[in-house]
């Protein structure tokens, strides 16, 4: 119930916004020159990113000259981002970028950017993004945004050592104590044997349950191997009096699933 009446009200909220725009359209002597902005804005809000790309692009197009054209850009590249829509957010925000009016409008521009590969799991191009403006960043809180996210990413890909320096820098101003504890953390990540992914793969092929136990994880080795086994003696006990094809149809699938896991 309160699912549907979530999608009522989001429905009337869009009938309600279409009918201001219509009425400030009909009666221009009463109409606000933002409205089409303010549209934009309440869909973005309302997670109508499809639309809100529309309105905004439809307030550029009258507005070319607008002071912020790079912020509506940037709007423009979150909706695409929200939608999956890489290379066209990639595009919204080199537009951004070329209209950006100051130095600390361009570089929240390219961190923006940078979270845009990182979340597309382009981690060079963001990372190259983010060591740019690590290194040569006059703004000190692009800086330590910069570091921060290069350690996420970093975390990411499983680069301990490289994680912990820069968060260090990132989390410089949040609780010490907090900070030392997650970098002590990923200091005895870097200590620890790296696991081999395909070792663990020809593991679980030859005994389910193996790989899983070879990567840590020993509840799911026990459940892989116990039922595992179960399923194979059920079905190869049942087989063994008198082949019955009933028993390859029925426990046939059950085996294979718990196989390969």
């Not at 975390?155 to 104590?177: C, N, P, Q």
């Not at 059920?234 to 094809?245: A, D, K, R, T, W």
Request: hydrophobic residues 45%; charged residues 20%.
């Amino acid at each position: 119930i309160s699912i549907r009446l979530n999608m009522s009200l989001g429905w009337m909220r869009r009938r309600l916004l279409l009918f201001f725009v219509a009425w400030a359209t009909a009666f221009p002597a009463y109409a606000d020159i933002d409205s089409p902005r303010m549209l934009a804005d309440s869909l973005y809000s309302l997670g109508d990113y499809n639309g809100a790309i529309t309105e905004y692009k439809r307030y550029l197009f009258f507005n070319a000259g607008a002071q912020d054209a790079a912020e509506l850009f940037c709007r423009i590249a979150s909706c695409h981002r929200h939608r999956g829509e890489i290379q066209e957010a990639r595009k919204a925000y080199s537009r951004a970028l070329e209209l950006a009016p100051t130095v600390s409008v361009r570089a929240r521009i390219r961190i923006n950017m940078a979270i845009t590969y990182l979340a597309s799991g382009e981690f060079e191009t963001g990372q190259f993004i983010l060591l740019r403006l690590s290194h040569s960043s006059s703004l000190p809180e692009i800086r330590q945004r910069a570091n921060l996210l290069l350690g996420i990413g970093y975390i990411y890909e499983s680069r301990w050592g490289e994680a912990s320096s820069f968060l260090r820098k990132g989390l410089s101003r949040t609780d010490s104590a907090f900070t030392e504890r997650l970098c002590a953390r990923l200091d005895a990540c870097q200590k620890r044997p790296r696991k081999s992914a395909s070792s663990a793969k020809w593991m679980s092929t030859f005994l389910p349950g193996l790989g899983q136990l070879y990567a840590g994880r020993e509840v799911s080795a026990v459940n892989a191997l116990s039922l595992n086994c179960l399923t194979g003696y059920l079905l190869f006990g049942s087989m063994v009096p008198s082949f019955q094809i009933a028993e390859v149809i029925v426990f046939g699938p059950l085996f294979h699933r718990y196989w390969w896991g």
